[in-house]
């Protein structure tokens, strides 16, 4: 207590004074010296702030990716790079019509798929032919990233690339001098030719296994070339500028440092680092005292949250009815924005290179929502700055008659993040109730709860690095909302009259997910349904839950009428990008089987073990 008061009356003499002390602050790194304390290395912590182009990205709050290009057309979500580029055509692409439905929706920033994985560009690039240009669209004279770029510039518009490392394409990929040139060029032909760029993607997604290519990246080439070219971007993911959250379920941490000890993985030191201090970009907790106390430096690296309003991140027109309600995306808007992340949603255009109805119409309703929720602050005074020290407590007044259950509050991330754990408690007929508690803030960071009519309000800071500067706090009432998404069927025929010939595995045809069946060899599922019919897919969920071992990523499917000739299916054979979206997988033959048997067969396993996994297996007849 005479610690606090002795600081607060020098701050306030210095303020009265005004000399005020030239703060010390670092920004983006900060490496520890190495008898540094404890306390010394949380002092330094405190004084991490991001740079300009990391604060004005973070200010954003709603980006958008468009996943778009030869996916599109294939159903695919990681396309071979085999694909014909004739197959590239949309029949009606309008990009404002993409910029005005994500304009409508509060978004900030567009984020186009330039390259996935297959390695088709959608500009006309001079160092493939596996581009637009050799498509039918516009008569192979098309450029979608312009048409992008003026669609953005047009309705003012934030526009960034993603430009994908891994290329199935590429004859050079795994010659790693070459690639590196290869790919450089194309990033040098979007930094150069489409205007100001504010976003770099660099995923870190790559399906090769372990007797794939093995290309080498030069990062630092990579990076310094857009550093030279769009000093304003921030480079995310395989960038150090912007950490993906860890998961593409739209779910971020609770409490979530943007000072943090995980180094970009794009740094060579990274996995040492990541080792020694027992982490990794899914851990739990990556800036709390007891890891930055083991740490020699801290990065401002601050967490985005990617995730896709469909399923799939690209457009399947299966998926249409399977667009993320209301209540999900706003789940997602308080797990990312409220977070202290930024969310990036990705709303994949369709065939006809259009946003599809159903997804503008989700956009419009998310914003609408957000709108109508935080258009008054109950709060009197919300807005006003304050410091806070350890223990501090500010005591608001409420608007007449209010009904909250909404909170919010907001630190000067410009000065550092600083909030460990803070309180807040309402004023109710019942006197004062504890409304909520958090952890960190950052940026911002929102909470709902049992709505209650309050005339005060009142916010604790239990516990911060020096002094808080707490940016603004805010009540709200948010109108509860009823949940209107139902799960797809897993299968088109009931699976309660099946047999597994596998032995052990009835799990996996028990109409249940969430049970799964397990083995520790790469045992084929092979499944009598009694009868004959005629099937024309069948749909793989993997294991629910946090244990992802055993998800099949490569596989072969068969089918049999009497459980002993086999026919193979024709199907791409891969669960693409399973590892991080383990949603339900619904394939599709093509053509009609006749089945009694049908088998599953493994072919190699997400992280390369001898291990299967399967939630539940369907089968589609239509
Ligand atoms: C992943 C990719 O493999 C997905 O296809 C998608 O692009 C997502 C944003 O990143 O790692």
Not at 99 to 124: N, Q, S, Y
Not at 139 to 159: H, I, M, P, Q, S
Not at 524 to 538: E, S
Not at 556 to 562: K, Q
Request: aromatic content about 10%.
């Amino acid at each position: 207590m005479m610690k606090r008061l002795t600081l607060s009356l020098i701050l306030l003499l210095g303020t009265l004074y005004g000399i005020q002390a030239q703060e010390t602050y670092y920004e983006k790194h900060v490496a520890f010296p190495a008898d540094a304390t404890a306390a010394q290395k949380l002092d330094m912590a405190a004084r991490l702030v991001p740079t300009p182009q990391q604060l004005e990205w973070q200010q954003m709050e709603l980006t958008a990716f468009l996943h778009f290009g030869i996916n599109t057309f294939t159903g695919r979500e990681w396309g071979e790079g085999t694909e014909d580029p004739a197959i590239f055509n949309p029949t009606e692409l309008d990009c404002e019509q993409w910029v005005r439905a994500l304009k409508e929706g509060g978004f900030k920033m567009a984020i186009i798929t330039a390259k996935h994985h297959d390695g088709f560009c959608l500009w006309p690039t001079k160092t493939t032919k596996h581009s637009v240009a050799s498509s039918p669209w516009r008569d192979g004279k098309g450029d979608v990233v312009r048409e992008l770029r003026n669609a953005c510039d047009k309705y003012g518009l934030k526009f960034g690339v993603y430009l994908s490392p891994w290329d199935r394409n590429a004859a050079c990929y795994g010659d790693s001098p070459a690639y590196n040139q290869f790919f450089i060029e194309q990033l040098t032909e979007l930094l150069t030719n489409y205007g100001e760029v504010h976003e770099v993607w660099f995923d870190g997604a790559n399906g090769e296994g372990p007797n794939g290519k093995k290309q080498i990246y030069d990062w630092d080439a990579i990076l310094k070339t857009i550093r030279r070219l769009q000093p304003k971007a921030v480079t995310a993911i395989m960038g150090d500028d912007v950490r993906w959250v860890g998961n593409e379920k739209g779910i971020g941490r609770e409490t979530e440092w943007s000072a943090t000890v995980l180094p970009p993985g794009c740094y060579s030191r990274s996995g040492e680092v990541n080792k020694e201090l027992g982490i990794g970009n899914m851990s739990k907790d990556l800036g709390g005292r007891e890891v930055l106390a083991r740490a020699n430096e801290l990065f401002w690296y601050p967490s985005e949250v990617d995730v896709s309003i469909r399923p799939g991140w690209f457009y399947h027109a299966a998926q249409d009815k399977e667009v993320k309600s209301l209540v999900h995306l706003t789940n997602i808007y308080f797990q990312s924005v409220g977070y202290n992340s930024v969310l990036l949603l990705n709303i994949p255009p369709d065939k006809r290179g259009l946003i599809h109805e159903n997804d503008v119409e989700r956009l419009k309703e998310l914003s609408t929502y957000l709108k109508k929720t935080f258009s008054v602050n109950r709060l009197l005074k919300g807005d006003m700055p304050w410091q806070a020290v350890s223990g501090d407590v500010k005591e608001y007044e409420l608007q007449k008659n209010s009904l909250i259950n909404t909170f919010l509050i907001q630190e000067d991330i410009a000065k550092g993040q600083r909030i460990e754990a803070f309180t807040v408690e309402a004023l109710t007929a019942d006197g004062w109730t504890t409304v909520g508690e958090g952890t960190t803030v950052g940026y911002k960071r929102l909470f709902r709860f049992p709505a209650v009519e309050a005339t005060r309000l009142r916010v604790t800071i239990k516990s911060c690095r020096l002094q808080a500067n707490i940016l603004s706090v805010g009540a709200y009432y948010a109108a509860p909302l009823q949940e209107k998404e139902e799960a797809r069927a897993l299968s088109d025929l009931p699976v309660n009259e099946w047999k597994t010939v596998t032995p052990g595995a009835a799990n996996a045809i028990d109409g249940n997910p969430a049970t799964a069946w397990r083995t520790n060899k790469l045992t084929p599922l092979v499944v009598d349904m009694g009868k004959a019919q005629d099937i024309t897919g069948f749909c793989y969920a993997p294991a629910t839950g946090d244990d992802k071992s055993g998800i099949i990523y490569k596989y072969r499917f068969y089918v049999s009428l009497d459980g002993k000739k086999w026919t193979e299916c024709t199907c791409d054979g891969e669960f693409s990008n399973i590892m991080h979206n383990p949603v339900p997988f619904f394939v599709r033959f093509g053509q009609k089987y006749r089945a009694r048997y049908f088998k599953l067969e493994p072919l190699v396993e997400i992280n390369n073990e001898s291990k299967v996994t399967v939630g539940e297996v369907g089968i589609l007849i239509h």
